[in-house]
Nanobody, 124 residues
Framework: QVQLVESGGGSVQAGGSLRLSCAAS????????MGWFRQAPGKEREAVAA???????SYADSVKGRFTISQDNAGKILYLQMFNLEPEDTAVYYC??????????????????WGQGTQVTVSS
């Protein structure tokens, strides 16, 4: 069983930066494929970024070049560094963990464990 707790959300102006963290307990994150997802009001949950056990990263087109996913060396914290934030990035951000064998790393259905989410609000 993996427990995930996100932190680092907040309110920023467009062009600002935030770093989200996801603390894991119950397992080392490096044994799972990890992902960040977001959900805006009235919209479906969508992928933001993912990182596999061999540290291959994948990003949604909307965040490429602005967001970076990473893990700490101990395999206990997942990060999402966000630069040049836009109002369209406003959403609740979730981290998730799933089996390292998953094929579709940007599909929410591939993930088994989810955090409770942290709110990110970007004003224009």
């Amino acid at each position: 069983q993996v427990q995930l707790v996100e932190s680092g959300g907040g309110s920023v102006q467009a062009g600002g930066s935030l770093r989200l963290s996801c603390a894991a307990s119950g397992a080392r994150l490096i044994t799972y494929t990890m992902g960040w997802f977001r959900q805006a009001p009235g919209k479906e949950r969508e992928a933001v970024a993912a990182i596999t056990v061999n540290e291959r990263t994948s990003y949604a087109d909307s965040v490429k070049g602005r967001f970076t996913i990473s893990q700490d060396n101990a395999g206990k914290i997942l990060y999402l560094q966000m630069f040049n934030l836009e109002p369209e990035d406003t959403a609740v951000y979730y981290c998730a963990a799933g089996p390292w064998t998953m094929r579709w790393v940007l599909s929410p259905a591939s993930y088994k464990y989810w955090g409770q989410g942290t709110q990110v609000t970007v004003s224009s």
